[in-house]
């Protein structure tokens, strides 16, 4: 459609809006959100198909004033959570696909940077990992038990100790996004650093499969959380760098909500992330199907429900605009 036609199509309810807006006029909370839901969905068309334009700098400005009236008012639905990881966040979240695909090449590379760290110099898995873990898995691979860590913690303990840190790292790459997404970057390649080094230890000893087979139960909610958590940082130091039509602060502001979201969609997959350490990881007995099984799965959840499922959202909303 050409932007004159859209214009042409929608500009009486964005009169309407903005005259509520301006004058305060007496409105129910749920029309006024009604109304606000149709503009960001015009918002994001315009985003997508003219960008720069003085109609997505309008809408940008009718957005932004709209967004603190209608969350001052609107009385919450009990359902509100569920709209929440159901709707709201997967469909606003497509905006910031680039920047997950960012944070997933950081980790990747400095990942494959500590394996080859680890591959040349001898003492830097100790030097990441510490002498201790080093040796007391070094003890364990000659009990014939390599994956013995996962067992000697209480079960309830170990779970609620692995999620608050998990969590604490997902805050901290988050948080650190106001350096320029500098801080978020360094985050990054610590963690990747520590899992390049200690995957290629396992395979240094010849038990690459067992290391894979066991630690990929909770590891690929846990590593993809984080990844999706420096998603967070980034999109708060994209809103610094790059604000727009916005003004820098406004933008800023922008960042710092849409990367909260980010986080608390998150917190979940911690949890059941530390579930399955707590509980789930220690049963090295298990066979390898069931092992493959619910690390397929928890892949297909993860790529569901931060590509796939926004992907999804933004095509219908495209088709109803």
Same mark, same amino acid.
């Given at each position: 459609?050409?932007?004159?036609?859209?214009?042409?199509?929608?500009?009486?309810?964005?009169?309407?809006?903005?005259?509520?807006?301006?004058?305060n006029?007496?409105?129910s909370?749920?029309?006024?959100?009604?109304?606000?839901?149709?503009?960001?969905?015009?918002?994001?068309?315009?985003?997508?198909?003219?960008?720069?334009?003085?109609?997505?700098?309008?809408?940008?400005?009718?957005?932004?004033k709209?967004?603190?009236?209608?969350?001052?008012?609107?009385?919450?639905?009990?359902?509100?959570?569920?709209?929440?990881?159901?709707?709201?966040?997967?469909s606003?979240?497509?905006?910031h696909?680039?920047?997950?695909?960012i944070?997933?090449?950081?980790?990747?590379?400095?990942?494959?940077?500590?394996?080859?760290?680890?591959?040349?110099?001898?003492?830097?898995?100790?030097s990441?990992?510490?002498?201790?873990?080093?040796?007391?898995?070094?003890?364990n691979?000659?009990?014939?038990?390599?994956?013995r860590?996962?067992?000697?913690?209480?079960?309830?303990?170990?779970?609620?100790?692995?999620?608050?840190?998990?969590?604490?790292?997902?805050?901290?790459?988050?948080?650190?996004?106001?350096?320029?997404?500098?801080?978020?970057?360094?985050?990054?390649?610590?963690?990747?650093?520590?899992?390049?080094?200690?995957?290629?230890?396992?395979?240094?000893?010849?038990?690459?499969?067992?290391?894979?087979?066991?630690?990929?139960?909770?590891?690929?909610?846990?590593i993809?959380?984080?990844?999706?958590?420096?998603?967070?940082?980034?999109?708060?130091?994209?809103?610094?760098?790059?604000p727009?039509?916005?003004?820098?602060?406004?933008?800023?502001?922008?960042?710092?909500?849409?990367?909260?979201?980010?986080i608390?969609?998150?917190?979940?997959? #911690? @949890? +059941? *992330?530390?579930? %399955?350490?707590?509980? =789930?990881?220690?049963?090295?007995q298990? /066979?390898?199907? $069931?092992a493959i #099984? @619910? +690390? *397929?799965?928890? %892949?297909?959840?993860? =790529?569901?429900?931060?590509?796939?499922? /926004?992907?999804? $959202?933004?095509?219908?909303? +495209?088709?109803?605009?």
């Amino acid at each position: 459609m050409r932007e004159a036609a859209f214009v042409k199509q929608n500009k009486d309810k964005w009169v309407t809006f903005e005259n509520v807006i301006d004058n305060n006029a007496k409105i129910s909370p749920d029309e006024l959100s009604s109304l606000y839901i149709e503009i960001t969905d015009h918002l994001s068309y315009a985003q997508t198909f003219y960008p720069k334009s003085k109609t997505l700098f309008y809408l940008n400005s009718l957005s932004a004033k709209a967004h603190q009236k209608i969350y001052k008012t609107k009385k919450e639905s009990k359902g509100r959570i569920f709209s929440f990881f159901l709707k709201e966040f997967p469909s606003q979240f497509y905006q910031h696909q680039r920047q997950l695909l960012i944070s997933f090449l950081v980790f990747a590379l400095f990942c494959i940077i500590g394996a080859y760290s680890a591959a040349n110099e001898q003492a830097f898995v100790r030097s990441i990992l510490g002498d201790a873990y080093v040796n007391m898995t070094l003890d364990n691979i000659d009990k014939g038990d390599p994956m013995r860590v996962y067992k000697e913690m209480q079960k309830m303990n170990m779970f609620l100790g692995i999620t608050i840190n998990n969590i604490r790292v997902g805050l901290m790459a988050y948080v650190l996004g106001i350096f320029l997404g500098l801080g978020t970057l360094y985050v990054l390649m610590q963690n990747a650093i520590m899992l390049g080094s200690f995957q290629f230890f396992f395979y240094d000893k010849g038990l690459l499969w067992e290391s894979v087979r066991t630690i990929w139960i909770h590891g690929t909610i846990e590593i993809s959380v984080i990844i999706v958590a420096g998603c967070a940082g980034l999109v708060v130091g994209k809103s610094i760098l790059f604000p727009g039509t916005y003004t820098r602060l406004q933008s800023f502001i922008n960042g710092i909500k849409d990367g909260l979201k980010i986080i608390i969609s998150t917190i979940p997959f #911690f @949890i +059941i *992330a530390g579930f %399955l350490e707590g509980f =789930v990881t220690r049963q090295t007995q298990m /066979p390898d199907w $069931l092992a493959i #099984f @619910i +690390i *397929a799965t928890s %892949l297909f959840l993860i =790529v569901y429900y931060y590509i796939i499922y /926004p992907i999804q $959202l933004h095509k219908k909303e +495209i088709k109803h605009v």
